[in-house]
Protein backbone atom coordinates (compact mmCIF):
# COMPACT_ATOMS: atom_id res chain seq x y z
CA UNK A 1 0.00 0.00 0.00
CA UNK A 2 1.78 3.61 -1.00
CA UNK A 3 1.16 6.36 0.76
CA UNK A 4 1.66 9.77 0.49
CA UNK A 5 2.58 12.02 3.38
CA UNK A 6 2.04 15.83 3.04
CA UNK A 7 3.73 18.33 5.33
CA UNK A 8 4.56 22.70 5.02
CA UNK A 9 1.15 23.88 5.35
CA UNK A 10 0.90 26.57 7.47
CA UNK A 11 -0.59 30.20 8.52
CA UNK A 12 1.18 32.82 6.32
CA UNK A 13 0.19 36.74 5.58
CA UNK A 14 -1.07 37.52 2.20
CA UNK A 15 2.13 37.63 -0.27
CA UNK A 16 3.86 35.39 1.38
CA UNK A 17 5.22 31.73 0.08
CA UNK A 18 4.96 28.23 1.13
CA UNK A 19 6.51 24.79 0.17
CA UNK A 20 4.17 21.89 0.79
CA UNK A 21 6.12 18.50 -0.20
CA UNK A 22 4.51 15.04 -0.46
CA UNK A 23 6.90 12.32 0.18
CA UNK A 24 5.42 8.76 -0.98
CA UNK A 25 6.45 5.61 0.02
CA UNK A 26 6.68 4.17 -3.29
CA UNK A 27 8.87 5.38 -6.45
CA UNK A 28 6.90 8.11 -7.76
CA UNK A 29 8.23 7.08 -11.41
CA UNK A 30 5.96 4.57 -11.19
CA UNK A 31 3.00 6.91 -11.17
CA UNK A 32 2.12 8.19 -14.17
CA UNK A 33 0.84 11.58 -13.01
CA UNK A 34 1.20 13.27 -9.46
CA UNK A 35 -0.70 16.17 -8.44
CA UNK A 36 -2.17 18.57 -5.96
CA UNK A 37 -5.43 19.36 -5.16
CA UNK A 38 -7.41 21.46 -2.65
CA UNK A 39 -10.27 21.80 -0.83
CA UNK A 40 -11.35 25.16 0.74
CA UNK A 41 -14.67 25.26 3.21
CA UNK A 42 -17.54 24.38 2.00
CA UNK A 43 -16.53 24.29 -1.76
CA UNK A 44 -14.90 21.02 -4.15
CA UNK A 45 -11.90 19.79 -3.95
CA UNK A 46 -10.13 20.88 -7.08
CA UNK A 47 -7.29 20.41 -9.20
CA UNK A 48 -4.63 22.63 -8.54
CA UNK A 49 -1.32 21.25 -10.62
CA UNK A 50 -0.19 18.04 -12.14
CA UNK A 51 3.07 16.85 -13.10
CA UNK A 52 3.88 13.71 -15.15
CA UNK A 53 6.37 11.27 -15.22
CA UNK A 54 8.08 13.03 -18.09
CA UNK A 55 7.88 16.42 -16.44
CA UNK A 56 5.11 18.02 -18.28
CA UNK A 57 2.72 20.31 -15.49
CA UNK A 58 -0.09 21.64 -15.96
CA UNK A 59 -1.39 25.03 -13.65
CA UNK A 60 -5.37 25.91 -13.00
CA UNK A 61 -5.58 29.51 -14.05
CA UNK A 62 -6.15 30.52 -10.69
CA UNK A 63 -2.28 29.71 -9.66
CA UNK A 64 -0.70 30.15 -12.91
CA UNK A 65 2.45 32.46 -12.38
CA UNK A 66 2.52 32.06 -8.46
CA UNK A 67 2.68 28.38 -7.87
CA UNK A 68 5.29 26.09 -9.33
CA UNK A 69 4.92 21.95 -9.29
CA UNK A 70 8.35 19.97 -8.64
CA UNK A 71 9.27 16.59 -7.90
CA UNK A 72 12.97 14.78 -6.70
CA UNK A 73 12.98 10.97 -7.94
CA UNK A 74 15.51 10.03 -6.35
CA UNK A 75 13.47 11.60 -2.57
CA UNK A 76 10.65 10.05 -3.94
CA UNK A 77 9.05 13.62 -3.22
CA UNK A 78 6.85 16.38 -5.03
CA UNK A 79 6.63 19.75 -3.96
CA UNK A 80 4.53 22.42 -4.53
CA UNK A 81 5.74 26.26 -4.46
CA UNK A 82 3.47 28.64 -3.62
CA UNK A 83 4.70 32.26 -3.83
CA UNK A 84 2.28 35.52 -3.82
CA UNK A 85 0.01 33.77 -1.55
CA UNK A 86 -4.16 35.31 -1.73
CA UNK A 87 -6.65 34.74 1.28
CA UNK A 88 -8.63 32.85 -2.15
CA UNK A 89 -5.71 30.40 -1.32
CA UNK A 90 -7.03 29.05 1.99
CA UNK A 91 -7.68 25.43 1.88
CA UNK A 92 -7.00 22.02 2.61
CA UNK A 93 -3.96 20.96 0.16
CA UNK A 94 -4.01 17.38 -1.20
CA UNK A 95 -1.11 15.07 -2.99
CA UNK A 96 -2.22 12.66 -5.45
CA UNK A 97 -0.32 9.74 -7.20
CA UNK A 98 -1.98 8.19 -10.37
CA UNK A 99 -0.79 5.12 -11.70
CA UNK A 100 -2.77 1.83 -11.94
CA UNK A 101 -4.12 2.56 -8.56
CA UNK A 102 -4.91 6.26 -7.02
CA UNK A 103 -3.41 7.33 -3.62
CA UNK A 104 -4.06 10.36 -1.59
CA UNK A 105 -2.43 12.28 1.11
CA UNK A 106 -4.46 13.40 4.38
CA UNK A 107 -3.88 16.54 3.60
CA UNK A 108 -2.11 19.47 4.81
CA UNK A 109 -4.04 23.10 5.72
CA UNK A 110 -2.58 25.93 4.20
CA UNK A 111 -4.12 29.61 5.74
CA UNK A 112 -3.77 33.08 4.20
CA UNK A 113 -4.84 36.10 6.16
CA UNK A 114 -5.47 39.45 4.55
Known amino acids: QVQLVESGGGLVQAGGSLRLSCATS????????MGWYRQAPGKQRELVTT???????TYADSVKGRFTISKDNAKNTVYLQMNSLKPEDTAVYYC????????WGQGTQVTVSS
Open 26 to 33: GRIFMFNV
Open 51 to 57: ITRGGST
Open 96 to 103: KAEGTYEY
